[in-house]
């Protein structure tokens, strides 16, 4: 019964979720060849696996009721420069603001911290599946801290009267110019200290907050409606999305922006892979099985399934 409920809403409600699964697909993927030898030959073989799965702890966001503030921070809720004096360590953020408010704004970069450890000891006990997940994992919630619009309570653009910005910034502009980025980002490399790193992505990506707004606002004015917004075949249905004009006008004005989010997400994502890997004794994958994870947790594919036919509105944060 459980499971007809779960594919039940996601039939009723459409959606789109962080960077979509699109983007979130091509980070853990093109993260995959910026290993080094001893660990390249494990992730590609395993790089089906790790694609697919990076929409993982979204899925999870229906049946695990502490996943949702794992991809974000509402930085603006703590005032102005929040980005920068809130406390980079869990148990310092604890003792100043309490672990409800904490949940209740998001805790994207401390998780990032969290999943880095966990994988670090998957590394250290040889465990294929922990490793396998864990690195889909980590490589979501890296590219959640690295999206302007994760790092505020205008998320969706519904405090400023320009809702649906969400899926328009991180799901519909990297879908269309894909083609057109330069992803190579070069060999990872060792993070000294993945905690700061997580919250120096989150304080870059909320300094470009202003201009992603703001240039969808400006070009609103100089656009009607029917020149903003066209429509598209999704499945069965018809689609009200952002028009190829509009998208191309704003992606424009944004001046690489996107791109620059993805190269620092798929950097950041294979720096702590390989970090994990060197923290945790530098395992040989050479005596790893080939078996791939089948615990209960990740047995959601029909859900994705099902979700990815129906990408294409409401924002769930």
Same mark, same amino acid.
């Given at each position: 019964m459980k499971k007809v409920y779960l594919i039940l809403l996601v039939l009723s409600t459409p959606f789109l979720m962080s960077w979509g699964f699109f983007a979130h697909q091509k980070i853990n993927r093109i993260a995959v060849f910026s290993l080094p030898s001893e660990m390249i030959g494990f992730y590609k073989k395993h790089i089906h696996y790790i694609t697919e799965k990076a929409v993982n702890p979204d899925m999870r966001r229906y049946i695990v009721d502490d996943e949702a503030p794992r991809h974000y921070i509402d930085l603006d809720v703590y005032g102005d420069s929040a980005a920068y004096h809130l406390p980079r360590y869990w148990m310092e953020a604890v003792e100043q603001y309490g672990e409800d408010t904490l949940e209740a704004y998001g805790i994207v970069p401390w998780h990032i911290s969290a999943v880095k450890h966990w994988l670090t000891q998957a590394f250290l006990h040889q465990d294929m599946d922990a490793i396998l997940r864990l690195s889909a994992d980590l490589g979501h919630y890296v590219g959640d801290a690295n999206v302007p619009l994760h790092t505020s309570e205008n998320y969706n653009g519904q405090l400023t009267g320009q809702y649906g910005i969400?899926?328009?910034?991180?799901? $519909?502009?990297?879908?269309?110019?894909? #083609?057109?980025?330069?992803?190579?980002?070069? %060999?990872?490399?060792?993070?000294?200290?993945?905690?700061?790193?997580?919250?120096?992505?989150?304080?870059?990506?909320?300094?470009a907050l202003d201009s992603v707004l703001l240039f969808e606002k400006e070009l609103t004015e100089k656009f009607d409606d029917s020149k903003k917004y066209s429509f598209e075949e999704r499945g069965q249905k018809l689609v009200r999305v952002y028009s190829y004009d509009f998208s191309k006008a704003?992606? $424009?004005?944004?001046?690489?922006?996107? #791109?620059?989010?993805?190269?620092?997400?798929? %950097?950041?994502?294979?720096?702590?892979?390989?970090?994990?890997?060197?923290?945790?004794?530098?395992?040989?994958?050479k005596s790893f099985s080939d078996k791939l994870p089948e615990e209960e947790e990740l047995k959601m594919d029909s859900l994705v399934s099902l979700a990815s036919e129906h990408e294409s509105g409401v924002v769930t944060k």
């Open positions: 969400h899926g328009f910034w991180e799901s $519909r502009l990297p879908e269309l110019f894909f #083609e057109s980025y330069d992803l190579f980002v070069g %060999k990872a490399e060792y993070e000294s200290n993945p905690q700061l790193r997580a919250w120096e992505a989150v304080k870059d990506a909320h300094l704003y992606h $424009r004005r944004l001046n690489g922006m996107v #791109e620059r989010q993805l190269r620092k997400a798929i %950097k950041m994502t294979a720096d702590l892979w390989y970090t994990a890997w060197v923290d945790g004794g530098q395992p040989d994958f």
